[in-house]
């Protein structure tokens, strides 16, 4: 079955400090890899996305590259902000019926 | 655009005594998803539907949890009757997925928080 491995948190970091969540995946089939981002008191937003070998999803100065050689897909940004502070999911979604699994979530900290 | 409505968001029960959430999801949107959130893991689904079949309900607790989407827009999520673990936030979310369309995205609605006592 398909499954997803998050390194386990907390993380917190200095403001500006570079960023890296790991992220490798179990799948069958050709997945699509996420990363949602559910700050307090909201719902789950998608960061970005891949949907193919070697794609690299960007937003809001985050990046993640799809690995299939490595089956990761790393979550990184380059000076992180007090405003990133929220938890990160990984997910991927396979097979016909396009359904969403999720890592456990890193809960992410960035002090002033 | 309006996102995925949810109500209520925060429900204290007892245990043994029942509860229902609701969730109209995006207008058009032919795919709904639910799923439980326990705290400090990520969202475990629960049901999906394709307008108003159940596509998977393999992961739900049929003895206790029931779904239904009837005329293919809003949806319920019912417990009878809830125990302690099933304290959880429980997810709606939609996307315009239809078989044979690839990738497109889940929408999430803000949840609905359960507290059993």
């Known amino acids: 079955g398909n499954s997803v491995t998050q390194m386990e948190g907390p993380v917190t970091l200095s403001e500006e400090a570079f960023l890296t969540i790991n992220c490798t995946y179990t799948a069958t089939g050709y997945p699509s890899l996420f990363w949602y981002v559910q700050y307090p008191g909201e719902g789950l937003q998608l960061l970005l996305k891949a949907t193919k070998a070697d794609d690299k999803g960007s937003n809001k100065g985050f990046e993640a590259t799809y690995r299939k050689e490595t089956t990761s897909f790393h979550l990184e940004k380059g000076s992180v902000q007090v405003s990133d502070s929220a938890v990160y999911f990984c997910?991927?979604?396979?097979?016909?019926?396009?359904?969403?699994?999720f890592g456990s979530g890193t809960q992410l900290t960035v002090l002033p | 655009e309006a996102g995925v409505a949810q109500s209520p968001r925060y429900k204290i029960i007892e245990k043994r005594q029942s509860v229902a959430f609701w969730c109209n999801p995006i207008s058009g949107h032919a795919t709904l998803y639910w799923y439980q959130q326990i705290l400090g893991q990520g969202p475990k689904l629960l049901i999906q539907f394709q307008n108003n079949g159940v596509v998977d309900d393999s992961q739900l607790p049929k003895d206790r949890f029931s779904a239904e989407r009837l005329k293919g827009v809003d949806s319920t999520l019912k417990i009878q009757p809830a125990k302690l673990e099933d304290s959880a936030v429980y997810l709606c979310a939609s996307s315009s997925y239809a078989s044979g369309k690839s990738n497109t995205e889940a929408f999430f609605g803000q949840g609905t928080r359960l507290t059993v006592v």
């Open positions: 997910a991927l979604n396979s097979g016909s019926a396009r359904q969403l699994t």
